[in-house]
């Protein structure tokens, strides 16, 4: 079946350094690929999404690229905020009416000033 | 729009007793889901709806109910609470349930049994 698998977490990091979370993924057709973020105390909220291989999706500084030569969707940011600190979740989409994502388990990010 | 609300916000509960919690969505959105978010395991699905009328089960649904008598509410019950059930319970809808389609997520309802 379709899986996630991300980075463990957390991941800490100062303010304004760079921050790679790693997202691979396995599953049958082309799916569509996700992140969502959850900041503390709320729901998850979309972060970007990529519909085809090589789409890069792009929010707030965010950047990911699907690469399905790798299977991957890694999540990078050149310069974090401690805003930043959250949950993060990569989530997939399988292609061919699937209406039930599949979601990784989070990687949280702390971010220090 | 309010999107996807959930009530109540925290919610504690003795072994055995019942209760449900609620979901409604102003969006129009044809499918709805519940999930549930135990730390550091992600998201589990419980069940999910494409449309009024229609519901099925997902990942985990033992102990669970649900109904959609409407587009906008669908209300998740819980029978006879146990402990396993403390988590974090997260509604969410989504308009096609295509593979595209993205999901939003209501704010969440911090459940624990004691």
């Known amino acids: 079946g379709d899986s996630v698998t991300q980075m463990e977490g957390p991941v800490t990091l100062s303010e304004e350094a760079f921050l790679t979370i790693n997202c691979t993924y396995t599953?049958?057709?082309?799916?569509?690929l996700f992140w969502y973020v959850q900041y503390p105390g709320e729901g998850l909220q979309l972060l970007l999404k990529?519909?085809?291989?090589?789409d890069k999706g792009s929010n707030k500084g965010f950047e990911a690229t699907y690469r399905k030569e790798t299977t991957s969707f890694h999540l990078e940011k050149g310069s974090v905020q401690v805003s930043d600190s959250a949950v993060y979740f990569c989530?997939?989409?399988?292609?061919?009416?699937?209406?039930?994502?599949?979601f990784g388990r989070g990687t949280s990010l702390i971010v220090h000033p | 729009n309010a999107g996807v609300t959930q009530t109540p916000k925290f919610r504690i509960l003795k072994i055995g007793q019942s209760m449900t919690l609620q979901c409604t969505q102003d969006?129009?959105?044809?499918?709805m889901y519940w999930y549930r978010q135990d730390p550091g395991m992600g998201l589990k699905l419980i069940y999910y709806?494409?449309?009024?009328?229609?519901?099925d089960k997902g990942e985990v649904p033992n102990g669970y109910n649900v109904s959609r008598s409407t587009t906008e509410d669908f209300p998740l019950r819980l029978e006879l609470a146990a402990p396993s059930q403390t988590s974090v319970y997260f509604c969410?809808?989504?308009?096609?349930?295509?593979?595209?389609?993205?999901?939003?997520f209501g704010p969440g309802t911090r459940l624990t049994v004691l």
């Open positions: 709806s494409v449309g009024a009328g229609i519901t």
């Open positions: 969410a809808s989504s308009y096609e349930g295509t593979s595209t389609d993205t999901q939003y």
């Open positions: 990529a519909t085809k291989a090589d």
């Open positions: 599953a049958t057709g082309y799916p569509s």
């Open positions: 969006m129009n959105h044809n499918y």
């Open positions: 989530a997939l989409s399988a292609l061919g009416g699937s209406y039930i994502p599949t």
